[in-house]
């Protein structure tokens, strides 16, 4: 499986963004699917996860209420729609696919096999 992302940028505190991460070579509709981000000088953190092929999401509490994470099977495609940017959301983010990730690691970056190259999202004020 290759995971293509896209949409990043630059946009000022308050606005919204919409990320993409493309599948190919492999349908992942029972994947768990995953948004990872990294700020300069930080780990690796989780943000949003969706859990194989069901609609079952998990957020992060620092964006809980502000992202949502989605799919298109018939696309091969996941999203993270984010609204209303603070300037803490500003890294790295980066998708990831899993097929044999389970629930209580689904945070895990360890659990999944299949990584995007990542979309730098900037927010300034």
């Known amino acids: 499986v290759q995971l293509q992302a896209s949409g990043g940028g630059l946009v000022q505190a308050g606005d919204s963004l919409r990320l993409s991460c493309a599948a190919s070579?492999?349908?992942?509709?029972?994947?768990?699917l995953v948004w990872f981000r990294q700020a300069p000088g930080k780990e690796r953190e989780f943000v949003a996860s969706?859990?194989?092929?069901?609609?079952?999401?998990s957020y992060a509490d620092s964006v809980k209420g502000r992202f949502t994470i989605s799919r298109d099977n018939a696309k091969n495609t996941v999203y993270l729609q984010m609204n209303s940017l603070k300037l803490e959301d500003t890294a790295a983010y980066y998708c990831?696919?899993?097929?044999?990730?389970?629930?209580?690691?689904?945070?895990?970056?360890?659990?999944?096999?299949?990584w995007g190259q990542g979309t730098q999202v900037t927010v300034s004020s």
């Open positions: 070579g492999r349908t992942f509709s029972s994947y768990t």
């Open positions: 990831a696919a899993g097929s044999r990730v389970i629930y209580s690691t689904m945070h895990s970056s360890r659990s999944y096999d299949y």
């Open positions: 969706m859990f194989r092929s069901s609609t079952a999401t």
